[in-house]
């Protein structure tokens, strides 16, 4: 395997991305020079430098400590609400809405669905966030609305069921509500869709 075949094979795993365009992204850093190259690789290595996860919602941010700035804001920690994303994308979507005040817990990726088995990141950080927040008092599912989503949706509902009743405590669950179309992803959606979706959320249902 040649140089091209393997940064072909590494491309490829990116989402979205099949051989054919993996194969192009190869060729435009081939014909964009030495310098444009070694800009991306530099890039590339200040990810791990200057990015870090955050310890409480599991977004990465740029910057000091380990918790990020919406985390370490105590006005939005005392909001009661927390919001479950996919990924770190549909958080700053939602953060553009401006229509939000809460804490977020990115789980990175659905659940497929053959497997049953919530091994999202990290299972026990979920568990420890939702025990943590003392104040909490909603939980909102803002899943894509998917077949996949709505699998994933589910099972995180069913944890959220589980540490409730463990905390003799009532969280209302709910999911975002009109506005956002059947199959959509919330990276895609516009910020008044969103907006609408955040606005007219319901019941997440038993």
């Known amino acids: 395997m040649n140089e091209v075949e393997k940064l072909t094979r590494l491309f490829e795993m990116f989402p979205g991305v099949g051989p054919r365009q993996a194969r192009r992204f190869v060729y435009f850093l081939l014909k964009n020079g030495h310098e ?3 800009n991306l690789l530099q890039a590339v290595q200040n990810l791990s430098r200057n990015i870090q996860e955050c310890e409480k919602c599991s977004r990465y941010f740029a910057g000091e400590g380990y918790k990020c700035s919406i985390c370490a804001n105590p006005d939005r920690n005392n909001s009661g609400q927390l919001m479950i994303v996919e990924k770190d994308v549909d958080l700053e979507q939602m953060e553009k809405v401006s229509a939000y005040n809460g804490i977020y817990y990115v789980l990175g990726a659905k659940v497929k669905l053959t497997d049953n088995n919530y091994d999202i990141r990290s ?3 979920l568990i420890k966030i939702l025990h943590d927040y003392e104040n909490l008092r909603e939980v909102i599912l803002a899943l894509p609305a998917t077949t996949e989503g709505e699998h994933t949706a589910r099972i995180v509902k069913n944890i959220v069921k589980s540490v409730a009743i ?12 009109r506005g956002l179309s059947t199959g959509s992803e919330l990276e895609y959606a516009d910020s008044e869709t969103l907006r609408n979706a955040l606005e007219s959320r319901v019941d997440a249902g038993n």
Do not use: P, Q, V
């Not at 463990?166 to 509500?177: A, D, F, P, S, V």
């Open 123 to 125: 299972k026990d950080k």
């Open 36 to 38: 444009y190259r070694r």
């Open 166 to 177: 463990e905390k003799r405590k009532n969280i209302k669950i709910t999911m975002l509500g």
